[in-house]
């Protein structure tokens, strides 16, 4: 694709698939011809509620354009700042080693460690029950689901899946925001519900919003980044010694393990006019995929892009995005994915897959695998 059609227009899907690292760069960096807000076009209409409203986590910072995006960005950015989230590190390590206690001597990475952690951290931080991770999980594994839907009525049942629990999520933060208000706490509800973006509070909606865009930016993806990371390691033998010996950085290795496997694959953007990219003509108002997958593989920005090498330097992947909407939790996903994966090299001599088949998890976007078994 990069080679032949670096961008192209996909009919099945009535969507453009921009693959190159320049390209895919140039995207995200010009907000004004590439929105980010998918209503800008009319998308998201097929997963709005019966008053036709589309989910709240529509009218957060993820998809919304300067300057309202700065606005809404503003509220919490101050909590994910590397300041505040390396204060966070000794509560992370304390997680992660009550985690590693209950490991057996053969255990499941993602469903032990690489995801029930991420979890609690985003929690405890927003201030919600960790005691409800389970119902965090299912909300999140629908909400990135790929639809697998081939008939009318399998589409339609997708999308009620999507709908339902959108708002079984507005009602949940709902009530807890009622609670929070009445009892103010020291946790980013509380921040949201004090925020005041230009003399106003935020509406209900908006606040349901953040809460489900934090908890579900937060999880799946430092889930996978850590399972992703290990793939990539235990793929080389000997570095696991070369990380005790600090021959590799483990900081790079796992810079190294975001480019080569990217948890998000893929960004979606709208056309706000007609643009010229890689060739053809976008018309405006069109849906465009930017790769970050393909971008981060790119041939004219990577030396070697097929190999994972633990000690690449520099590494100027796109696994977080560019521009705008940077990664606003780039800094607590590193080192979460530093204190789990060190963590695991102290705790245990060697570590090993477990020959077993790996399957994918089952989204459009987010790149990872369901389960992976070490010893
Ligand atoms: C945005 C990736 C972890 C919160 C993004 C974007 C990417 C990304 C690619 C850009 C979206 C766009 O341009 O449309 C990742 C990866 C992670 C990770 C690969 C883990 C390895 C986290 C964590 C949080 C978080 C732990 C914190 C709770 C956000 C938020 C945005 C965002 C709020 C929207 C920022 C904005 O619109 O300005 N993330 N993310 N992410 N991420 Fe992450």
């Excluded at 957060?60 to 950015?77: I, W």
């Excluded at 609690?120 to 999980?137: C, H, N, Q, S, Y």
């Excluded at 706000?272 to 593989?297: F, H, K, M, Q, Y």
């Excluded at 939790?329 to 994966?341: D, N, T, V, Y």
Aim: glycine letters at 6%; one cysteine or more; a negative charge.
């Amino acid at each position: 694709m990069r080679a032949d059609s670096p961008v192209r227009y996909d009919a099945d899907r009535e969507l453009w698939d921009v693959f190159r690292y320049d390209d895919v760069k140039y995207v995200l960096d010009n907000d004004g011809l590439f929105s980010a807000d998918p209503a800008t076009a009319g998308f998201g209409e097929e997963i709005a509620d019966s008053e036709g409203e589309p989910p709240p986590v529509f009218d957060t910072m993820l998809f919304a354009d300067p300057p309202e995006h700065d606005r809404l960005r503003g509220v919490v950015a101050e909590f994910f700042s590397p300041r505040a989230i390396n204060e966070q590190a000794d509560r992370i390590r304390g997680l992660t080693e009550r985690y590693l206690d209950d490991l057996n001597d053969e255990f499941d990475l993602v469903s032990e460690l690489a995801y029930p952690m991420p979890v609690d951290v985003i929690a405890e931080m927003l201030g919600v029950p960790t005691d409800d991770r389970a119902m965090f999980k299912r909300w999140s594994d629908t909400l990135i689901e790929r639809p697998e839907a081939t008939t009318e009525a399998e589409m339609e049942s997708f999308q009620q899946r999507q709908r339902e629990t959108q708002r079984e999520m507005s009602e949940y933060f709902s009530s807890l925001i009622e609670t929070r208000r009445a009892d103010p706490q020291d946790d980013l509800i509380t921040a949201i519900i004090d925020a005041e973006v230009d003399g106003h509070r935020l509406s209900e909606r908006e606040m349901v919003g953040f809460c489900t865009l934090l908890l579900v930016a937060g999880n799946i993806t430092t889930t996978n980044l850590i399972t992703n990371a290990m793939r990539c390691f235990t793929s080389r033998s000997g570095l696991f010694d070369e990380f005790r010996s600090g021959e590799t950085e483990l900081s790079t290795a796992i810079e190294e393990a975001l480019r080569y496997r990217s948890p998000v694959q893929a960004l979606f953007r709208v056309t706000t006019e007609p643009i010229d990219l890689g060739g053809r003509e976008i018309p405006a108002g069109e849906g465009v995929v930017a790769w970050l997958g393909s971008a981060n593989r790119d041939e004219r920005m990577f030396d070697r892009p097929d190999e994972f090498v633990p000690d690449r330097q520099p590494n100027q992947h796109l696994s977080f995005g560019y521009g705008t909407h940077y990664c606003l939790g780039a800094p607590l996903a590193r080192l979460e994915a530093k204190i789990a994966l060190e963590s695991l090299l102290e705790r245990f001599e060697t570590i090993e897959p477990v020959e077993t088949d790996l399957r994918p998890i089952r989204s459009s976007f987010i790149y990872g695998v369901e389960k992976y078994p070490l010893r």
